[in-house]
């Protein structure tokens, strides 16, 4: 096993050795971290609290996305329950695993939000916070600590660079016609895509071991066989991140749509906006295919666009008609 790897095996089997009662909670915060609650909790920001704010944990959340997987395909490292039978595998991952994606994101994501909040009960909390999620991905075995550690420093630099270039980069779009801001959304979006599928593809000769499926098929046999060069999730975040970037672009220029409100309209806005999403998800999935094929990965990629797109500008939209904001 890789040297970098392996001194975690002993830091992962003394947590899980802390008793089964703890597999309850470690999944609980393993979702704070997962990528379906931020897409949960983005919309939340954006649609009930603060237009802005929820605006830029979106674009966070979607680069950050980017850019693990890219690490991923570069370091192409495994997980712990796919080489290690010492440890207890209690939740199945299918990338590889440095760095880790739970470590790096909420870092990145719950970092914005202490940095929006700016008060020290909130540095507190949301650190602790991204504590926990990054030490439940060690006690269920699918990261080992070198990946929590890279995961912390990558968020960490993410986070730094966002605060640093968030407000000049606002700025200069202002300039720009709001064409030439979705023009933007795009050549950013297709940027982070050709970058990871750069690294996949010179990574391409680096074959998955044979022992790395098999270990991870006799840990969880009900699982589906681990896929680690599977680039659909990416597609997926960078087809968002262009929906997203274009739909904030309009509904910046419309400037109609103020996220405060009574609580009951807020939480109106919240129901109705998710099963718009819902049923532009599930809709569209239906009709596109949802092979491997270049032309099915293409509509995944409008698919998701058209999700962000939805969530930045179309569900604001139908939120003012309905008179719910």
Not at 24 to 44: C, I
Not at 201 to 214: E, K, M, Q
Not at 250 to 261: E, I, V
Request: hydrophobic share 55%; proline share 6%.
């Amino acid at each position: 096993m890789n040297p970098w790897l392996e001194w975690g095996i002993p830091v992962i089997t003394w947590f899980q050795s802390l008793g089964d009662w703890l597999i309850g909670p470690m999944n609980f915060f393993t979702f704070l971290g997962d990528e379906e609650f931020f897409l949960l909790m983005m919309p939340s920001i954006l649609w009930c609290f603060d237009v802005k704010l929820g605006f830029r944990i979106g674009l966070i959340m979607l680069t950050s996305s980017g850019i693990n997987g890219a690490l991923k395909f570069a370091f192409g490292f495994p997980r712990p329950y796919w080489v290690s039978p010492k440890v207890s595998a209690l939740k199945a991952a299918n990338g590889f695993g440095l760095p880790s994606g739970h470590a790096q994101t909420s870092l990145a994501i719950w970092g914005r939000l202490a940095a929006g909040i700016g008060r020290g009960w909130g540095y507190v909390a949301f650190g602790l916070l991204i504590f926990l999620i990054s030490i439940s991905r060690l006690f269920l075995a699918v990261h080992f600590p070198t990946d929590t550690l890279a995961g912390w420093l990558v968020g960490g630099l993410l986070l730094a660079g966002f605060l640093l270039w968030e407000k000049p980069v606002s700025k200069w779009l202002r300039r720009l016609p709001t064409n030439g801001q979705i023009l933007a959304a795009l050549l950013a979006s297709l940027l982070l895509l050709s970058l990871v599928l750069a690294v996949f593809t010179i990574t391409a000769g680096r074959p998955v071991p044979s022992t790395w499926v098999a270990t991870a098929a006799s840990a969880i046999p009900e699982a589906e066989p681990i896929n680690p060069r599977d680039i659909s999730d990416i597609i997926s975040a960078t087809g968002t991140l262009f929906g997203l970037g274009a739909g904030g672009a309009l509904l910046f220029s419309w400037g109609r749509f103020n996220a405060r409100g009574p609580w009951s309209k807020r939480a109106l806005r919240y129901i109705v906006g998710v099963v718009g999403i819902a049923a532009l998800y599930f809709g569209l999935k239906l009709i596109f295919p949802s092979d491997d094929t270049l032309l099915a990965q293409f509509l995944r990629y409008i698919r998701y666009a058209m999700g962000g797109f939805y969530a930045a500008y179309l569900a604001p939209r139908l939120f003012v008609a309905l008179r719910l904001a």
